[in-house]
């Protein structure tokens, strides 16, 4: 226990140095298990590794989402979902905001990260919301929180890649993830409602969109919203009926996805050879960003395994006499402090290897407890001092301070922590979907 304690905080010190998580996890891991065992038979587990690694057909899913995500942004379709949402809720006070999050909610549900969400978005619904008068405060907030739900709602890079670390359903954690999207982005309304009932000039009405008006911004994102109608359905197996009878795997699911955005895209005009080849090449950078940093914390996990780790917190619980609930609350308090800290994909890879043995072995469910850390790392990117989507904004935008994008996202973090304690408390508000499956 004590080598991968020691592990461990060499990891978190050279992250802080700024060595990049796949390098610091896999180089700690390797000379772990080396300590562990001997160089030979720890150069043989790392080779394997990489090889089990590149040649896993489950794995494929991780590139496919990405290029789905990829050709939705070329063909244009952020701008028009924020048209849509702006249409249907610009003339309420408050409304461009709750346009906002609702566009964000919906992009982020093809697009799958929270820092792609907030940088598009904010070039889309920045301008709008400055020209109707809106407080920098409130439009900023907006973007940025609304850009945390691109990592919960389905499909979702970082749901598949704690599907991956724990050996759980890629399918069941997509469709659980559904239910606390929607609720994240009615509560985000709720804090848009409370900041606008507190200073009405923050949130000026814009106009109203009349029903020919509302009806033409549908008609540009149906193709969108057949898609993931596609992807969820086949997932979920809501489209398994005659005569389609179409039930996907996440590895077909997303294989049809980035299928039918490319098709969007090509008949939209957004993409062309150059457009195609900066895209597959994008594609192939993240892919192998990602693959190396999964690589690195499988190397590390095994390091910790061998190391005894998740055995002495089993034990340490027990001799302490600590109740599930407590241990899950320490845990929830941990992934908060290093939120503040990291950014939320390293978050995870490190800690899901060292907690997942230890909650799973507590009993709970390990499709709602992935959801639960989503949504704690989805808090994490909106918490100072770091903040990841608040940084990605501020560098957009240039002319906002990162005082007053934090000042904005009170309400919306405190809503966060609303819909955490629900779920919390109601885990059938995550479980009930997966259970029809």
């Keep these: 226990m004590i080598e991968s304690l020691i ?24 000379v772990g298990l080396t300590y562990e065992t001997s160089f030979r038979a720890a150069i043989s587990m790392v080779g394997r590794l ?83 008068g809106y407080a920098d405060s409130l439009s900023t ?46 509560l985000y309304m709720v804090a848009v409602k409370i900041t606008v009932m507190r200073n009405p ?14 009806f033409n911004a ?20 809501a489209l398994d009926f005659w005569p389609i009878n179409l039930a996907f795997s996440p590895t077909e699911a997303a294989g049809m996805g980035s299928a039918g955005a490319f ?25 192998a960003s990602l693959f ?22 089993l034990a340490a619980v027990t001799a302490f006499d600590l109740g599930p609930w407590v241990v899950m609350g320490l845990i929830l308090l941990i992934y908060i402090v290093l939120g503040c800290v990291f950014e939320s994909m390293s978050m995870l890879l490190l800690t899901v290897p060292i907690f997942f043995p230890l909650v799973n072995s507590l009993g709970f469910d390990p499709v709602w407890f992935g959801i639960i850390v989503v949504v704690v790392t989805e808090i994490s990117l909106i918490t100072p001092p770091v903040g990841l989507n608040v940084f990605v904004l501020k560098s957009v935008v240039g002319d906002v301070t990162t005082a007053t994008i934090f000042k904005g996202v009170t309400p919306f973090w405190m809503m966060d922590i ?3 304690i629900l779920l919390l408390l109601f885990p059938t508000l995550v479980l009930f979907l997966p259970s029809q499956m």
């Excluded at 390098?23 to 700690?28: D, I, S």
């Excluded at 979902?81 to 408050?94: D, E, M, W």
């Design 7 to 30: 592990g461990f905080g060499i990891v978190l010190l050279l992250v802080l140095l700024r060595i990049p998580i796949a390098f610091a996890m896999g180089l700690v891991g390797m």
């Design 263 to 287: 098709l969007i895209a090509l008949a939209r005009g957004g993409i062309s050879w150059k457009g195609l080849s900066e895209v597959l090449q994008e594609t192939a950078l993240t892919t």
């Design 141 to 186: 907030a907006s973007i940025a929180a609304g850009g945390t739900l691109g990592i919960l709602i389905p499909p979702s890079v970082i749901l598949v890649i704690y599907g991956l670390l724990t050996e759980t359903s890629i399918g069941k954690l997509f469709v659980a993830g559904i239910i606390p999207g929607f609720l994240g982005i009615l």
């Design 201 to 214: 000039e923050a949130g000026p009405a814009g106009t109203r969109a009349t029903w020919r008006e509302r």
């Design 418 to 420: 609303v819909r955490l």
């Design 50 to 132: 990489i090889i089990d690694t590149s040649q896993d057909y489950g794995l494929s899913v991780i590139p496919l989402f990405i290029l789905m995500g990829l050709f939705v942004n070329k063909g244009g379709i952020s701008r028009e979902l924020y048209n849509v949402s702006n249409a249907f809720l610009g003339h309420f006070r408050g409304g461009l905001a709750m346009a906002t999050i609702l566009a964000c909610g919906g992009f982020a549900a093809i697009c799958g990260s929270s820092l792609a969400t907030a940088a598009t978005m904010s070039k889309v619904a920045m301008p709008e919301m400055r020209k109707f």
């Design 292 to 313: 190396a940093v999964l690589i690195g914390a499988w190397i590390f996990s095994n390091f910790v395994n061998l190391a005894g780790l998740p055995e002495a917190l």
């Design 218 to 237: 549908l008609g540009h994102v149906w193709a969108v919203l057949l898609l993931f109608g596609l992807v969820i359905g086949g997932l979920y197996g």
